[in-house]
């Protein structure tokens, strides 16, 4: 039997280290929260003892799935109870006569005798809660490692009842679109065999999720701000819809604000692009209130709002969202997003910016992308309009009017070329165990 450690930073890695290191037959003998990271124990050749007998392959799922919710109850106990004793009570009930394959269903015994008292508990301040914290550290360490090893489950059962949805799985993949939302895809074309229809049916639902505004922001008029963090191109994008204006309907019913005085260059730019465009700039200093800057202007059929891109935990964002969701302002609100953000960057700019009240986004940079079902993935979940594209540096013409179909086949026709790992894909169906509710194949 060979034996050996694993460390990594998290669970879903040293699965991975073991996986690479000692195949899928490796078995999990041990595993514990480290500085760091966590440490696996991993055998190949391991031999369960007779008193832990291994189960067929056709329950273990079962099994990791009772485990895995009676981990979850524990843990919400856990969290309910502020005292040391109701988590010593939640661990021994949690794991009583569990083995340690979780193979084996619990017996409940059959008393002989009347059920004695409950002994008095002791008192919570003898508990000490380091030890409560290492508690909660293990079972938070085998609800994931369950995950990830329910993930590879799923995945393998999916490619072996039915190949053609795994297919489809892995193409969405490609895209780069959220598990739950390609689950929700996957669903709507379930009772189609043929596998060409299947796929045009599937990109076909995909672009009715994209929600477009009915009618052009600057169409409608009002007070419009660009919102998100630095680096989305918001001034860009300002610009491309300042100059699409004026070359409508002229320089004389619109106005640009600037609440950036933190970008070095920022006010520049803007009163660069108001002498070119001949169009009003006022700048809007630390402090001085927006209704008051923008009362002067509400003559104006379009007032353009630039704001800061600044980090979340800067108290100056809080003030700056505060002012743009005011009563007297009604601004509507758009998050800029580059499409070549990463998914965790474009879900924080979300939940940041969300406060200020958000009547849609716009894609930027999509001609630099190589992917667009992140950004897809974030608007159709969160229900957010995409309003406009952008595609490139010129101004106004690499600012466009969203089609759903054309970005569908956009996303498409960018997707990854290679196909995603084996592991890649278990990781995915990992995710969608996240909440008890939620099933796969």
């Known amino acids: 039997m060979q034996v050996k450690r694993f460390f990594a930073a998290d669970m879903r890695q040293a699965m ?20 760091g990271g966590v440490e696996l124990m991993a055998a190949l050749d391991y031999k369960l003892s007779a008193l832990a007998p291994r189960v067929p392959n056709i329950e273990l799922e079962d099994e990791l799935r009772k485990t895995q919710s ?16 109701a988590g010593e009570h939640a661990s021994r009930q949690l ?17 002989s005798e009347p059920p004695r008292p409950a002994p008095t508990p002791a008192p919570a301040a003898a508990i000490d809660p380091r030890a409560y914290d290492s508690m909660r550290s293990e079972l938070n360490g085998l609800r ?38 390609s689950r929700d895809l996957l669903e709507l074309t379930a009772s189609i065999e043929e596998p060409r229809q299947a ?81 009003s700039v006022t700048h809007l200093d630390p402090g001085q209130s927006l209704a008051q ?24 964002l809080r003030m700056q969202l505060e002012s743009l969701a005011g009563r007297g302002i009604k601004s509507k609100n758009y998050l800029v997003l580059a499409t070549t953000s990463q998914k965790q960057v474009l879900t924080a700019a979300y939940h940041s910016y969300k406060r200020c009240g958000l009547a849609g ?9 190589a992917s667009l079902g992140e950004v897809l993935s974030l608007a159709i979940s969160h229900e957010l309009p995409v309003a406009y594209l952008t595609d490139g540096p010129r101004i106004p013409d690499d600012l466009h009017l969203p089609r759903r179909h054309q970005l569908v086949s956009r996303a498409v026709s960018v997707q990854m070329q290679e196909e995603p790992s084996e592991e890649a894909m278990a990781d995915m169906f990992a995710d969608l165990y996240h909440s008890p509710t939620k099933r796969v194949g």
């Open 16 to 35: 991975k280290l073991v996986r690479d290191e000692l195949g899928a037959d490796a078995a999990i003998i041990g595993n514990r929260r480290i500085a």
């Open 70 to 85: 009676r981990i979850v109850t524990a843990q919400a106990e856990l969290s309910l109870r502020g005292e040391g004793e």
């Open 95 to 111: 794991f009583a006569g569990l083995p340690l394959t979780a193979a084996e269903p619990l017996i409940e015994p059959t008393l």
């Open 144 to 181: 994931e490692l369950l995950e990830v090893q329910l993930g590879s489950l799923a995945w393998n059962q999916l490619q072996g009842r039915h190949p053609q949805q795994a297919n489809l799985w892995r193409r969405l993949q490609r895209i780069g679109l959220s598990g739950p939302l």
């Open 199 to 279: 796929w045009r049916m599937l990109l076909a639902h995909l672009a009715r999720m994209i929600v477009t505004p009915e009618i052009e922001p600057l169409e409608e008029g009002g007070v419009i701000a660009m919102v998100g963090p630095a680096g989305m191109g918001k001034t860009t994008t300002l610009a491309k819809l300042a100059a699409r204006y004026v070359l409508k309907y002229g320089a004389q019913h619109i106005a640009l604000v600037s609440m950036d005085s933190y970008r070095i260059g920022a006010q520049e730019q803007l009163k660069t692009l108001g002498r070119i465009l001949n169009v």
């Open 293 to 316: 800057a923008l009362d002067p202007l509400l003559r104006k059929r379009v007032v353009l709002i630039d704001t800061a891109g600044l980090q979340a935990s800067d108290p100056a």
């Open 361 to 369: 986004c716009i894609l930027t940079k999509l001609d630099e992308t």
